[in-house]
């Protein structure tokens, strides 16, 4: 599956990637010149999007682990968790 | 990605299940931390697997981010000693402390702004690329040009909202004392499949 030069990316693909990347980021993050974005600060805030993606799993992870002690133990909510995990 | 998404949930549970079975612990009976990092490691695993599963229509190919992830994950289950630490995290998750790269590289967009030669912004670029390489699994890979470096990241950050959204869900379903919590909960996973 070829596409372009390999090592180096084209400008083209750097654009089209721009454009993509934009629609994906929070729209928080998207610029009001938005085609003044270089390809240096769009990778930075992607990078930066990602950590923040991380960070939020972590969190998730942490709050569930946190219910599932708090859970009673005799709750019906309790007994269909571990049903599943069974 | 609805389906992902299911697929993801699945897999979640699925996961645990087998984790606890193998740990011949019981998820109550494990500590808080130990536990997160049980769910933690599976999901990672579970939008692996389930990004596995699916076509690769969004890159015209298979991604590299779950093998890279399923790897690590197998290589620190041999290494795994019971109820220790999940190993993956370290390869699959980012590095959160590059607060000193942040100030590094505040400090030369400044000087960067002001010269703003083609060179310099080609070295940016560069820079920002390493970066992008460590926060995605499989990233540092030689064999991962910049092209495909930049595929894998659009993949694997639409996956990863997904994964967001589905540990959201269950955190929400779970802490919920309704009844709508336990029909999303069997609604998405039986237990005789498999």
Redesign the interface.
Known sequence: MSSGRRGRISDDEINEFISKLQALLPESSRRRNASRSSASKLLKETCAYIKSLHREVDDLSERLSGLMSTMDNDSPQAEIIRSLLR | MAAFKQDLFRNL?LG??AR?TEAAC???AMS??E???A??CS??VAMAAARRGVAGAAI??RARWPKAILAAAAASSSSHSPGGTCKVRKSA??K?RVARRRVD?KRTIRGYAAAASCDV?RR??R???M??RK??PGGSAAAM???AL?RE??D???H??A??DV??A??AA??R?TFL??IF??HF?D?MKD
């Open positions: 549970l645990l299940r606890t019981p998820f109550d808080l931390q536990r997160k990092r769910i933690k999901a990672d015209g190919g998750c980012c959160r590289a912004a940016l670029v820079r920002r690329t970066a992008l926060v995605i040009d910049e092209a930049l990241t659009m694997y950050v639409v990863l909202r994964q967001v540990l959201r269950v955190s779970v802490q004392s919590g336990y909960v069997l996973v237990p």
